[in-house]
C-alpha cells in the first residue's frame, strides 16, 4: 500500500539522509563495529548536515521544525543501510523533547548549540543494575548541598554512553516519596566524580556504544535540574511514548528491508535446477511476512499520525512497540532460514540484521511490561 505519512519535503530530508549515511557512515561501518563505537567525527559531520536536532529552535542552531516526521525519515535511512550504531535516534527522538520541553532559556543556550552541530552527544541515563523497567526501583540519588546536586549511583546499559558528553540523570531527590522523589538532572561528563565503565559487549549492535556510567559525589549546579524537582517521574511517562514509536518504527523499516533482502535471495539462489523462490513453501513463507510487515508499517504510520496530533495514547504506544518489535524478530528469523546455511554467516546482511534486531523486544520497556500497559487499559 502507499504510504501518505510524508510530504515533499521529507522526501528531500530523505535524498539528504541517504546520501550522508552512504558516504560517512557506511564506509566505516566495520571499522566502528570493530571498535564498539562510532567516530565522534561522524557526529560533527551529521550536525553539519542538518541531522540533529531538527526540531530545536533555529535560534539554537536546529531546524526549527517540530515535526517527528523528520526524524523518522532519518531512522528509517539508518535501518535501510545496516546502520545500527549511530545514536541519532536517542539523540533526536529520545532526549530533544526533555531539552526542548524542559530546559530553560539559559539551559538551552549552553547545550543545545553543541547538541545541534554534533559536537555534544547526549545520552539518557534510566537503567540500573537492579533497576530497568521498574523506574520507581531506581537508587541513584541526587542530594541537595546549598546550590548544588550530589549525585550517587551506577547506571547501565547506556545507549551513547561512551561518547556521551552530556547526560540526563533520572535520580531520586527525595528517598521518602516515591514516584514524587524522582528528578531528572543533567550531567555534563567532565564532572569530577563521572565515570565511564566498560563499553559493554554485546551479541549486535556492535558499533552503538552502550556504557555502565558511575557518579561518585559528582556535584552539579541546581541550575542543572531539568524542569521541576520530584516531576521526574511524569516527565519520563510523558515522554516514552515518543521513544516506543521511535523502536517501532525502526523494527518496522527492519522487517520491511529484510523481507527485500531475502526476495532478492530467493530470486537468485537455485536450488534443483530452479531458484529457491519459485517453490510453493517459499511463496507461502515471503507472502505470510510480506502481509505482516505491510500491518506493521500501517499501524505504525497510524500511531505517527496521532503523535503529531498530540494524540498518541500511552496504550497504543506500548501496542506498536510490542507487536512491532516481535514482528520484526519474527520476520528476521524467519529470513534468516530462507537464505538457509548462508544466513548463519556473517558476511550476509540478514546475519547481522538477526543480531542487531533481538534487543528490540527489550529495551524502551520489554514486550513484557508494553502488554502490561495495555491490560491496565482494557476495565477488565
Known sequence: MRRELFEAEHEAFRETCRTFVAKELVPHQQEWEAAGVVSKDAWRKAGAQGLLG???EERFGGGGIDDFRFNIVLDEELIAAGVTGFGAPVHNDINVPYLNKLATEEQKSRWLPGFCSGETVTAIAMTEPEAGSDLQGIRTTATRDGDEFV???QKTFISN????DLVIVVARTDADAGH???SLLVVESDRPGFQRGRNLEKIGQKSQDTAELFFNDVRVPATNLLGEEGQGFIYLMQNLPQERLSIAVASAAGAAKALEMTKEYCRERTAFGRPIGKFQNTRFELAEIATEVEIGQVFVDRCVREHLKGELSIENAAMAKWWVTEMNKRVVDRC?????????????PIAKAFLDTRVQTIYGGT????????GRQLDI
Do not use: D, F, S
Not at 554512553?161 to 556521551?164: E, F, L, R
Not at 514486550?367 to 495495555?374: G, Q
Open 54 to 56: 531538527t526540531a530545536v
Open 151 to 153: 549525585i550517587n549511583g
Open 161 to 164: 554512553g561512551i561518547n556521551a
Open 180 to 182: 514524587e522523589g524522582i
Open 336 to 348: 534468516l532460514q530462507l537464505h538457509g546455511g548462508y544466513g548463519y554467516m556473517l558476511e550476509y
Open 367 to 374: 514486550t513484557e511490561i508494553m502488554k502490561e500497559i495495555v
